[in-house]
């Protein structure tokens, strides 16, 4: 019967490894840094001025990451929104 030696080392660059990963892989990876090691989502590349702005680009970050889910009400009322501040 074969035996296997459970503490085998690998040695691979990072890249390459995410290289072989799939879309969905390399997704559920950065979603798990994010939450399992508070990393932030994106890093922000203008100044924000208050905790009240930080929430806002969380809140529009999530709506894009999930935009595929939101019903059509919602959508709706997003879309209500955009054109009411510019959005054509």
Known sequence: MPTFNENVDVDIEPHEYLEKCTDREL????????EDYDMEREQETEDVRS???RNFNRYLNTLKENWISIIKEDA???EVLGKKYGAV
């Open 51 to 53: 905790e009240g702005q």
């Open 76 to 78: 709706q009322i997003i």
């Open 27 to 34: 997704k559920e990876l950065y979603n798990s840094l994010v």
